[in-house]
């Protein structure tokens, strides 16, 4: 049962992962963006309404998918007062409890975007600037999406938990 955990908690760790270098990776064409908007406006007077929208377009789906690359790389922001001063199986047992909460949490908002995306896209939702992006929708589809990632990377730290909780504690040497 164990290893079957550890396989589940590995693959979904992985996919994470592989998911949020891309994430990390969408910095630079978020960059690469930015920068030819300012030289083109500063430098040529050109900007579109278009290239500016992509730029938060582009950080906002890296921000969504980097949620849980940011939890798998272990950059959650967590409050130590009591949990550093607490025993392994205790700690073990907050992290499973807080990550069935967080897989909970994910899984509902991830159900409850879908109503969003399909009204965006019943309506064929575009920029409502001259100029701008169209096709909103695939935006908006990027919610759910990440949620159900923070959902399994939030699965993957629960069986990490779970497999801390079934090891046995070494014996005291006196």
């Not at 908007?37 to 582009?58: D, K």
């Not at 909970?104 to 939702?125: H, P, R």
Request: glycine share 10%.
């Amino acid at each position: 049962m164990q290893a079957g955990i550890k396989r589940v908690t590995d693959g979904a760790s992985g996919l994470v992962r592989a998911i949020g270098h891309v994430a990390a990776w969408s910095a630079l064409a978020l960059v690469l963006v930015v920068a030819f908007n300012v030289l083109a406006r500063y430098l040529f007077s050109y900007g579109t309404v278009g290239l500016q929208e992509a730029e938060w377009h582009i950080m906002a789906v890296s921000a969504l998918f980097g949620m849980s690359y940011g939890l798998n790389q272990g950059g959650e922001v967590r409050v130590d007062i009591f949990y550093g001063s607490m025993r392994p199986k205790t700690q073990a047992l907050v992290d499973l409890v807080s990550n069935i909460a967080l897989c909970v949490v994910a899984l509902l908002i991830a159900w409850l975007c879908i109503a969003y995306v399909q009204s965006s896209y019943a309506i064929n939702e575009g920029s409502p600037d001259p100029g701008g992006l169209g096709y909103r929708y695939l935006l908006k589809a990027a919610m759910p999406v990440a949620f159900l990632l923070l959902a399994l990377q939030a699965v993957a730290m629960t069986g990490h938990a779970a497999l801390k909780l079934m090891t046995p504690l070494p014996e005291r040497q006196e």
